[in-house]
């Protein structure tokens, strides 16, 4: 998941990109300004430098810079760090004091590995290994709430259809319910000293302690009870 961070210090060796004659006032290279930003996206998102993807949409030109007591501070404007297009500030301070901020345009990607399926999965499908992939793809929305391996995923059911080829994320998926619609269950049936099983059919989907309607068809009514476990359904 991404790492909660709304500053990175970088503090930048200019001196050796910067000619002697320019030592009091000097121009800070683009190439060092995407250096630092790289080094700043390394460092909130926890990866590597080859697995970063940005798109420098607008660089500032800074000048008047002291590379011997001065200091350049990326800055996010958003809360947590994410993916996408945004604007981060580089702001140039001599000591603690701000001397000067500049906007920069940022879009940012991320290489890494996700799992899709291969074919359309169906809302309330349950997932099989067989009916996934892994591939590398270019993420630039959402990082940290995709799947990356099939054992996060195998087991689960689908929450919507889910097509092919698109990447898995968290909320598409849930566990997968103890009892489905249409099993055949056991019915405890308990009133007052008697205790009746019967069997049933179950009429909506659930997990141990839910409350689901179940048909009789000894009785023919449909009756609610609580799930007792994968083919128990206990009635009160």
Not at 8 to 28: K, N, Q, R, T
Request: hydrophobic letters at 40%; proline letters at 3%; glycine letters at 6%.
């Amino acid at each position: 998941m991404i790492r909660s961070s709304t500053i990175l210090s970088v503090v930048l060796g200019f001196i050796s990109v910067i000619p002697a004659s320019d030592a009091i006032s000097g121009e800070i290279s683009t190439q060092s300004i995407k250096q630092a930003i790289y080094t700043y996206f390394q460092a909130t998102l926890d990866v590597d430098h080859e697995d970063l993807d940005i798109e420098f949409v607008r660089l500032p030109k800074v000048t008047q810079f002291n590379p011997s007591g001065n200091r350049l501070r990326i800055r996010s404007q958003r809360v947590t760090t994410d993916l996408g297009y945004q604007i981060l500030w580089l702001e140039l301070y001599a000591d603690d004091n701000l001397l000067k901020k500049y906007p920069v345009s940022v879009r940012v990607s991320i290489l890494t590995a996700v799992v899709i399926p291969v074919h359309n999965l169906n809302r309330g499908e349950l997932i099989t290994a067989e009916k996934l992939r892994l591939e590398n793809r270019l993420l630039n929305s959402a990082y940290g709430t995709q799947i990356s391996a099939f054992e996060q995923v195998v087991g689960l059911v689908t929450r919507r259809v889910i097509r092919g080829g698109t990447v898995i994320r968290e909320n598409m998926v849930r566990k997968a319910p103890d009892i489905l619609r249409g099993a055949t269950v056991e019915i405890l049936l308990e009133t007052g000293n008697m205790v009746i099983r019967t069997e049933g059919i179950a009429k909506q989907e659930g997990s141990v302690g839910d409350e689901v309607a179940v048909f009789c068809p000894e009785t023919r009514k449909f009756l609610a009870g609580k799930i007792q476990s994968s083919n128990l359904i206990l009635v009160k």
